[in-house]
Nanobody, 127 residues
């Protein structure tokens, strides 16, 4: 099982980026998919998670710092998860990681819950 993150880059404050995380090896329909980030000198922190509730209904969690600016979603084939990032701020600068774990999970905001991790993609927001 592999997760491949992409879409990072350099953007000015107020701009947008869309990150993608492609899953290979299996479909992730019944998996919790999430994004975390790690800034230099800081611990890895939760950004957003997407959990299947039933059928095609998914529940999303967001960190307070990104609520209303970031949107997590999946494609219809459930093999790619996206993170649309709008109104970016310099404090959003970090390496962004996608992660996955088979549902259910106790707390989707905790990094230790996740079994699979992508390699990370750098997001830099200039002021």
């Amino acid at each position: 099982v592999q997760l491949q993150a992409s879409g990072g880059g350099l953007v000015h404050a107020g701009g947008s980026l869309r990150l993608s995380c492609a899953a290979s090896g299996r479909t992730f329909r019944n998996y919790v998919m999430a994004w975390f980030r790690q800034a230099p000198g800081k611990e890895r922190e939760f950004v957003a998670a997407n959990t299947r509730v039933y059928g095609s209904t998914y529940y999303t969690d967001y960190a307070d710092s990104v609520e209303g600016r970031f949107t997590i979603s999946r494609d219809s084939a459930k093999t790619t998860v996206y993170l649309q990032m709008d109104s970016l701020k310099p404090e959003d600068t970090a390496v962004y990681y996608c992660a996955a774990v088979h549902a259910p999970t106790e707390d989707p905001t905790e990094a230790f819950e996740y079994e699979f991790w992508g390699q990370g993609t750098q997001v830099t927001v200039s002021s």
